[in-house]
């Protein structure tokens, strides 16, 4: 294949962006569908290997099973990657619409799980989006009534779940890569649900953004400017954000690197408050609110009563405050009590485990006593060490400052029916032992 505008844009991509990506990768996963667009994609990929070739390439082709041609898309994929000599695998994905869900989000979703769980966690995944796209993209997002962020479109760069997509074709038009196949005779599918304009894309791109084109000469190569450049005024407010979020860190009370004062938010403008708060769920990777929604947790986080009890639901997670800070809090688990235990390892029904340590603690279990583990019995009391009087379970996690959605996954260790150890807090005195035993949560990730 000879040199080409194209590719010259693709290999310049490519290599300009793999000098900024940390740590340095040589892998490179194409997202193979079969239309032209990713085909084009493969290979500009295997002739910039050719180029390169300390460079690694494969390809993923990812079956929704939508289409009737599935099968032979997948039969089509696996002849071209044989003939090119890259290694393809094939995923196929369930793709189950719920309510209020666009077919379109659910099927890309399954798409890029799919493409991270089959690819080399250090591999770069190349998709074949175009400025065509990015047009689209734009478009669909002003439909929204999006802001900054939304209108930004789709970086050539980005990263989800810690893996990097790289969009090298983002500044070359539809017309130039269906040119460029029809020159070199490369072969390509066509998924008919293109055609089909009952999807919002579809319909911009058959009967919108010709007219657009037609009417303003050169509109696709402005929309794309204009992006360039909410892009690079995205990414200073981002850098505000951070440093707002780190100044807001400061203040914090919990020790947690994840809470935002109130009255550090207070201080700030609503421009930088709704700026922060975003920029903090972004972080936490959650979905942007509606402007609803935001306005709602800034009214309620900063103008509600200082003891009123806010809760905010946002997908799974929901945002709540807690001694006057706002908390991102994981949807609630319920964790299954552990009874008659008599291993020194326990796995909990969330995944962490319990591990059964030497120090100082409690004494150990005695051979007539039953081991139990239990949880969200907060009216049980006990007598911690070095602490005054007996009360519940509840009284002394809450002067602990512990919130009170994660009061219920705190373990409680019982010796038949007596409490004597909360797990991460208090020992009973009654049970002290200065060369005891205690029992330590293990997390998921096994970080103690």
Not at 143 to 151: D, E, H, I, V, Y
Not at 267 to 274: D, I, K, Y
Not at 392 to 414: A, G, M
Request: net charge positive; proline share 4%; aromatic share 8%.
């Amino acid at each position: 294949m000879k040199a080409s505008k194209i590719y010259q844009t693709f290999s310049n991509v490519i290599l300009q962006k793999l000098k900024t990506i940390k740590p340095h990768s040589n892998s490179l996963t194409v997202a193979l569908s079969g239309g032209v667009d990713s085909v084009v994609l493969l290979h500009l990929a295997n002739t910039f290997q050719k180029n390169n070739p300390d460079i690694f390439i494969s390809a993923i082709h990812v079956d929704h099973g939508l289409s009737d041609n599935a099968k032979n898309w997948q039969l089509f994929c696996t002849q071209l990657c044989d003939k090119l000599e890259i290694p393809l695998k094939i995923a196929e994905v369930s793709v189950i619409k719920k309510t209020r869900q666009s077919l379109e989000a659910v099927a890309r979703e399954q798409r890029y799980l799919a493409l991270f769980k089959l690819s080399d966690p250090t591999s770069i995944i190349l998709l074949g989006q175009h400025q065509d796209d990015q047009v689209e993209t734009f478009l669909l997002q002003l439909k929204r009534g999006s802001g900054l962020a939304g209108l930004s479109a789709m970086a050539s760069l980005s990263s989800q779940q810690g893996r990097y997509l790289l969009r090298p074709l983002l500044n070359t038009s539809r017309a130039q890569i269906e040119c460029f196949a029809k020159n070199y005779a490369i072969p390509h599918i066509n998924d008919e649900s293109n055609d089909d304009k009952r999807f919002d894309r579809n319909y911009l791109r058959h009967d919108i953004v010709p007219q657009l084109n037609e009417r303003f000469k050169g509109f696709n190569a402005c929309v794309s400017r204009s992006v360039e450049l909410l892009q690079q005024q995205q990414t200073l407010i981002d850098e505000i954000s951070q440093s707002d979020l780190i100044q807001a860190y400061h203040f914090s009370q919990s020790n947690k690197a994840n809470t935002i004062p109130v009255p550090f938010l207070s201080s700030l403008s609503f421009a930088r408050q709704a700026n922060l708060v975003r920029y903090w769920l972004g972080q936490h990777n959650l979905l942007m609110p509606s402007k609803a929604i935001l306005d709602q947790i800034l009214n309620q986080a900063i103008n509600a009563k200082i003891d009123a009890k806010i809760c905010i639901q946002l997908g799974k997670h929901t945002i709540q405050r807690f001694r006057n800070e706002l908390y991102v809090v994981d949807p609630v688990e319920t964790i299954l009590d552990v009874l008659d235990c008599d291993i020194e390892t326990v796995s909990l029904s969330n995944a962490a485990k319990l591990k059964k340590c030497q120090g100082k603690g409690i004494r150990d279990i005695k051979p007539e006593e039953i081991l139990n583990i239990r949880f969200a019995t907060l009216k049980d009391r006990i007598k911690p060490r070095n602490k005054p009087g007996s009360n519940t379970v509840k009284h002394w996690l809450k002067s602990e400052k512990v919130p009170p959605w994660q009061r219920d996954s705190i373990p409680l260790i019982y010796y038949d029916d007596t409490l004597v150890q909360v797990v991460g807090y208090f020992i009973n005195d009654d049970y002290a032992q200065e060369q005891g035993v205690f029992w330590q949560l293990i997390e998921e990730n096994n970080n103690e």
